[in-house]
Each structure stands twice: as structure tokens, then as C-alpha cells.
T-cell receptor
Framework: LAKTTQPISMDSYEGQEVNITCSHN???????ITWYQQFPSQGPRFIIQ???TKVTNEVASLFIPADRKSSTLSLPRVSLSDTAVYYC????????????FGTGTRLTVIP | ETGVTQSPTHLIKTRGQQVTLRCSSQ?????VSWYQQALGQGPQFIFQ???????GRGNFPPRFSGLQFPNYSSELNVNALELDDSALYLC??????????????FGPGTRLLVL
């Protein structure tokens, strides 16, 4: 399993764009990159998944450079409700135990 | 709402007891994974069940066991509870088909406290 490295915490003001970068130097050819959001005492919530280049959905964008050794989750115009822990995961879609969570990035949005 | 439900929401047990936690998968999903999340840590993979058989296991002792039923719901059983078993237990369901496993969707979790 490819391990990931993320900043432990980040602060941002309301309305700003937040970029959280994740390093995954040992990513394998078949691995996808997935981001989850988790609020206290709740299960993680799927945000976005990608393999290469850029993926965008209604809540976030995911930027993946050509070498795929890192990825950046971009949250546009964050609000107070975006305060949560964000996990970057790397794994083979076909794998049975393909979700290795690190400690995540604790994002605090300040009014 | 992911459609994954877990019961109970909270549970208090004493050391040495046994506990059973339950999970109902999202409709259409055939795979269930269980995770343990200690306070301040990320979820740790316990095991996964696919078509009623264990399909991968993390670094947890045999006193952690599970079942998956024909309707794809699942149970996590923990015997001889220890204080360190106090955690949030998460269930995640997904669809495995030819070509790989789709995204896992998590339930709200069961908070277990062992005294």
C-alpha cells in the first residue's frame, strides 16, 4: 500500500480557496487517489477520486501532476461547515484492503 | 446520507465481555469493510467481506471476527474486550465487480466504550 503524507493542520478564513496537498511517492500504476472528509463522531464522507490530471465535481477539484507522486485537493470558497479532517488515500481499485487512512489534515475555517 | 446504517450508535461494555456490532449496506452493494478509529487517529482497516467470505484483513487479532449475510449486511464481533478496544467502529460498503471495487461509503459508526 502506498503511504501518504499530508499536513497535520491548516487554517483558512471563510470565503477563501483552500488547497491541501498530499504526497504519495510510492504510488503504483493501478492506484487511484481518493479524498474523504470526516466530521467529529461521523463516518468519513467521499469527496472526490482521480487517477491523473484534473477532476472536478460539485464540491471540490483534484489536481494530479503527471508523475502522480502528489495530489492537491482544492476547496473553493470554504465556509465554517467545511471545518473537518480531510484524508488522502491511495489504493488499487481492485484491492480488498485498499483504504489506508493516515492521520489526515485538520482544516479549521475561521470567520 | 450514504444509505449505510449501523447499530447501536453507542455502547458501553466492561473488560472481558463480548460485543456484536451490526451494519446494513447501501442498496446494491455486495462488499462490507470494517474500520476501527481511535480518538484523534485515522480509521484503521480491520477486515472486508465479499459474498459472505473474508476478503482481506488488517493487523487485528483473531478475537475480532465478522460475518456477512446473504442480504450483504454484516456483523463485527469482538471477544474478550480490552480497554484499548474503545473506539469508533465504522462500516463501509461498496460494490465489487469485474474491473475492480467502487468507492466505499461509510456509515455513521458505533461508539464503543470499554470500562
Amino acid at each position: 500500500l502506498a503511504k501518504t503524507t499530508q499536513p497535520i493542520s491548516m487554517d483558512s478564513y471563510e470565503g477563501q480557496e483552500v488547497n491541501i496537498t498530499c504526497s504519495h511517492n510510492n504510488i503504483a500504476t493501478n492506484d487511484y487517489i481518493t479524498w474523504y472528509q470526516q466530521f467529529p463522531s461521523q463516518g468519513p464522507r467521499f469527496i472526490i477520486q482521480g487517477y491523473k490530471t484534473k477532476v472536478t465535481n460539485e464540491v471540490a477539484s483534484l489536481f494530479i501532476p503527471a508523475d502522480r507522486k502528489s495530489s492537491t485537493l482544492s476547496l473553493p470558497r470554504v465556509s465554517l461547515s467545511d471545518t473537518a479532517v480531510y484524508y488522502c488515500l491511495v489504493g488499487d481499485k481492485a484491492g480488498a484492503n485498499n483504504l489506508f487512512f493516515g492521520t489526515g489534515t485538520r482544516l479549521t475555517v475561521i470567520p | 446520507e450514504t444509505g449505510v446504517t449501523q447499530s447501536p450508535t453507542h455502547l458501553i461494555k466492561t473488560r472481558g465481555q463480548q460485543v456484536t456490532l451490526r451494519c446494513s449496506s447501501q442498496s446494491g452493494h455486495n462488499t462490507v469493510s470494517w474500520y476501527q478509529q481511535a480518538l484523534g487517529q485515522g480509521p484503521q482497516f480491520i477486515f472486508q467481506y465479499y459474498r459472505e467470505e473474508e476478503n482481506g484483513r488488517g493487523n487485528f487479532p483473531p478475537r475480532f471476527s465478522g460475518l456477512q449475510f446473504p442480504n450483504y449486511s454484516s456483523e463485527l464481533n469482538v471477544n474478550a474486550l480490552e480497554l484499548d478496544d474503545s473506539a469508533l467502529y465504522l462500516c463501509a460498503s461498496s460494490l465489487v465487480r469485474t474491473g475492480g471495487q467502487e468507492t466505499q461509503y461509510f456509515g455513521p459508526g458505533t461508539r464503543l466504550l470499554v470500562l
